[in-house]
């Protein structure tokens, strides 16, 4: 994989943003030390090149009553191509899976799920990932608490 090359300045645009996506370019141009119009040309490269891909507002999951997150670990009965992507279509479906990794170790797949309560969770077992063909073995992990969650880049800057 090629990475994307940054400077510092392209570092500081990056972390203003994932602190705070709605700043206007003005703003940002003054946090970087660049005038408007170069601080916005460098703006449209990142978003052109990739590097900023979409912004969104970050909401309190447990406040809108999605309080209970839980780390299924998933175990495919075929490990081959076919099977992974066919279970990764059925999982782009289920809308209270958060993340979905391809593992190594013993687990082929991560999911992090969060649902209002556990009988929203045991609906979404039977009728929605239990259904999904191919899954040999299932284990599920109630997160108690979050202790850390970040939301920025660990992007060194100096």
């Not at 170069?38 to 990739?50: F, I, K, S, T, V």
């Not at 992974?84 to 999911?111: H, N, P, Q």
């Amino acid at each position: 994989m090629e990475y994307f090359t940054m400077d510092q300045i392209d570092r500081k645009i990056i972390r203003a943003l994932q602190k705070d996506g709605r700043m206007t370019v003005i703003d940002l141009a003054e946090h970087v030390g660049l005038s408007a119009t170069p601080c916005a040309r460098r703006l449209e490269r990142l978003q052109r090149d990739g590097a900023i891909t979409g912004y969104a507002a970050q909401v309190n999951a447990e406040l809108l009553g999605f309080g209970v997150t839980i780390f299924v670990s998933v175990e495919l009965e075929k490990q081959d191509r076919n099977a992974i992507d066919a279970f990764e279509k059925a999982i782009r479906r289920c809308d209270e899976v958060m993340e979905c990794y391809l593992m190594t170790g013993s687990r082929d797949i991560l999911l992090r799920v969060v649902v209002q309560d556990l009988n929203a969770f045991d609906a979404f077992l039977e009728n929605r990932l239990m259904k999904i063909p191919g899954i040999r073995n299932l284990r599920s992990n109630f997160a108690l608490r979050t202790m850390v969650k970040r939301d920025v880049l660990p992007l060194s800057i100096g």
